[in-house]
């Protein structure tokens, strides 16, 4: 049976700032697992390369998995490479030999230099480090390699279960749901794809998060996952969960804070959840990468639904058509949508975000990305968010069509009253100029204010006018069903960049359109928007 060794702790550790050309000879640091070493002194802002090492007492085939590296990473097993890792924030998982059993030299080098896949002028901080937690587990000969877990019909609690076990040969297998009922079925040549009815299924929602557990048992293996029964759809204007209209309300979301980085601990993750759901909130958008395992599987368990999206920020022709980043994209694309098939809270996966979709050379990179993820996931709704608004010529391609709109900061003089007075004018503009026959959803909306910056004119960066704009932004969201809902940009500021052109130039080196400030300290919107969707629950319940 699996064994399975949790490897958070204290690692050796080792830094340079070189280009890493091979394992040093001796540590003489030491840091945690997880941690951003670029937080740490001497460390504190530099580029360069980290390496966290520790032993493992393992043997035979194994599985290593890890929940987020930055920016790039190279994996060693005993000084040999077992794995290059490209794609900051993707979770990781490496099947592979670890040899005869005994003590085994794991050592994880994480470089933070920004590279063609993180660019400096994105719009949020690049930590070098390792984010998330690591484990490792021994595997049985032959192991179950990966189980999908889709809604075929919610009506009737239907689902498909599509498994794989090592190797061609066929293997009787037992399907166990939540401990209790039992369905013998059978691997043909190490592949299993049945469809049927879970006993006493109920439906996962936002109300009511209920969770399956399905555990596979064959071979000298038994392997489980944790899947919700629902289904996502849309029927003109407006987003559908188990055929009810459902409006997204909530906020982007950085994993991020100005002492751990991007190395958030579970307990960080989960006050932030419990408030956002406390407000009245349904929705996060993870910006602009792929997410955390812990962060979805606690979505999964206090019903809050997900936009997550594979890295990409404002990439820009020729090079967004060129074969090396299309390429990059459909492998992200891939494995982001394989490693959070399970997650019921995923409500839309999403890619490239704010990309040249004006452009109708785009359109047939938007469609073979859009074509990769639905090949892998034939239900789930896909989008990009955009800013090319009326000039967009990819809304065509999605089945949500997300846009980035910023009245009241971006795209008009400024005048407190009067730009104000905009905002729900030029969201109602957009909206008519966009597809009819699909949701419109806005994807990113807001203004930066400074916590404590006060000021009875309303100026620009106070708390005041942010909490104006977005009360607009609300009103706007609940007056129709023109709109299927909002993520609000953002959730709380965040670390980004000091020097830079144009919108780069960020007051503190941070983006300062939280609701919160980075240490989650309410700003007056907060306290407004809590207001507003408490009197509209109160409303709701007397009609």
Same mark, same amino acid.
């Given at each position: 049976m699996r064994q399975k060794m949790l490897l958070d702790g204290v690692w050796d550790f080792h830094y340079s700032s070189e280009e890493f050309i091979g394992i040093p000879e001796s540590f003489t640091e030491s840091l945690p697992v997880p941690s951003c070493y670029d937080l740490v002194e001497p460390y504190c802002g530099v580029r360069g390369c980290g390496v966290y090492r520790r032993f493992v007492e393992c043997g035979g085939m194994a599985r290593l998995c890890i929940e987020g590296l930055g920016i790039t990473a190279r994996i060693y097993w005993d000084r040999r490479i077992i794995k290059e890792c490209p794609y900051t924030y993707m979770p990781e998982e490496i099947i592979f030999d670890a040899g005869d059993e005994g003590c085994h030299e794991l050592v994880i080098a994480v470089d933070n230099r920004h590279n063609e896949q993180f660019r400096p002028n994105f719009d949020f901080y690049g930590y070098g480090g390792?984010?998330?937690?690591?484990?490792?587990?021994?595997?049985?000969?032959?192991?179950? %390699?990966?189980?999908?877990?889709?809604?075929?019909?919610?009506?009737?609690?239907?689902?498909?279960?599509?498994?794989?076990?090592?190797?061609?040969? @066929?293997?009787?297998?037992?399907?166990?749901? @939540?401990?209790?009922?039992?369905?013998?079925?059978?691997?043909? =040549?190490?592949?299993?794809?049945?469809?049927?009815?879970?006993?006493?299924?109920?439906?996962?929602?936002?109300?009511?998060?209920?969770?399956?557990?399905?555990?596979? =048992?064959?071979?000298?293996?038994?392997?489980?996952?944790?899947?919700?029964?629902?289904?996502?759809?849309?029927?003109g204007r407006q987003i559908l969960l188990n055929g009810k209209p459902i409006k997204l309300f909530g906020y982007n979301r950085h994993e991020s804070h100005p002492e751990m980085g991007a190395a958030t601990p579970l307990q960080l993750i989960a006050a932030d959840l419990r408030m956002i759901k406390a407000q009245g909130c349904n929705f996060i958008r993870g910006s602009h990468y792929p997410q955390r395992r812990? $962060?979805?599987?606690?979505?999964?368990?206090?019903?809050?639904?997900?936009?997550?999206?594979?890295?990409?920020?404002?990439?820009?022709?020729?090079?967004?058509?060129?074969?090396?980043?299309?390429?990059?994209?459909?492998?992200?694309?891939?494995?982001?949508?394989?490693?959070?098939?399970?997650?019921?809270?995923?409500?839309?996966?999403?890619?490239?975000?704010?990309?040249?979709?004006?452009?109708?050379?785009?359109?047939?990179?938007?469609?073979?990305?859009?074509?990769?993820?639905?090949?892998? @996931?034939?239900?789930?709704?896909?989008?990009?968010?955009?800013?090319?608004?009326e000039q967009d010529v990819c809304t065509d391609l999605v089945d949500v069509v997300g846009m980035n709109p910023y009245p009241g900061w971006y795209d008009s003089s400024f005048d407190s009253i009067s730009t104000v007075d905009k905002?729900?004018?030029?969201?109602?503009?957009?909206?008519?100029?966009?597809?009819?026959?699909?949701?419109?959803?806005?994807?990113?909306?807001?203004?930066?204010?400074?916590?404590?910056?006060?000021?009875?004119?309303?100026? &620009?960066?106070? %708390?005041?006018?942010?909490?104006?704009?977005?009360?607009?932004?609300? &009103?706007?969201?609940?007056?129709? @069903?023109?709109?299927?809902?909002?993520?609000?940009?953002? $959730?709380?500021?965040?670390?980004?960049?000091?020097?830079?052109?144009?919108?780069?130039? &960020?007051?503190?080196? $941070?983006?300062?359109?939280?609701?919160?400030?980075?240490?989650?300290?309410?700003?007056?919107?907060?306290?407004?928007?809590?207001?507003?969707?408490?009197?509209?629950?109160?409303?709701?319940?007397? %009609?």
């Open positions: 390792i984010y998330g937690s690591i484990f490792i587990e021994r595997l049985p000969n032959p192991w179950i %390699e990966q189980i999908l877990v889709s809604t075929e019909d919610y009506t009737c609690g239907k689902i498909r279960i599509q498994a794989s076990i090592a190797g061609k040969n @066929d293997h009787e297998a037992v399907l166990i749901f @939540d401990q209790k009922e039992a369905v013998n079925v059978c691997f043909e =040549k190490g592949g299993l794809d049945i469809q049927l009815n879970v006993p006493n299924y109920r439906l996962w929602s936002p109300e009511e998060p209920n969770l399956h557990e399905l555990t596979i =048992k064959a071979a000298n293996d038994q392997r489980s996952v944790v899947f919700g029964i629902r289904a996502f759809s849309t029927h812990s $962060f979805l599987d606690l979505c999964d368990r206090m019903g809050i639904m997900v936009w997550e999206e594979t890295m990409s920020w404002g990439t820009r022709a020729p090079e967004l058509h060129s074969k090396e980043f299309i390429d990059a994209q459909i492998e992200q694309a891939r494995k982001l949508t394989y490693a959070s098939f399970n997650h019921p809270c995923i409500a839309i996966r999403g890619f490239m975000n704010e990309n040249d979709s004006s452009l109708p050379e785009t359109r047939k990179v938007v469609k073979t990305l859009y074509e990769t993820i639905r090949s892998i @996931d034939k239900h789930c709704l896909i989008s990009f968010a955009s800013n090319r608004y905002v729900f004018p030029r969201l109602q503009k957009l909206s008519a100029a966009l597809p009819q026959d699909r949701p419109f959803l806005i994807t990113e909306i807001g203004c930066e204010a400074l916590l404590g910056f006060r000021d009875r004119l309303q100026a &620009r960066w106070t %708390e005041e006018y942010q909490a104006k704009v977005l009360l607009e932004v609300c &009103r706007y969201v609940f007056s129709g @069903d023109e709109c299927a809902g909002v993520a609000i940009w953002h $959730f709380a500021d965040c670390r980004s960049f000091v020097n830079g052109p144009g919108i780069y130039v &960020r007051a503190r080196g $941070f983006n300062n359109k939280g609701v919160l400030d980075e240490y989650r300290h309410p700003k007056l919107a907060w306290n407004a928007i809590t207001d507003f969707l408490q009197n509209l629950k109160q409303k709701q319940t007397h %009609e």
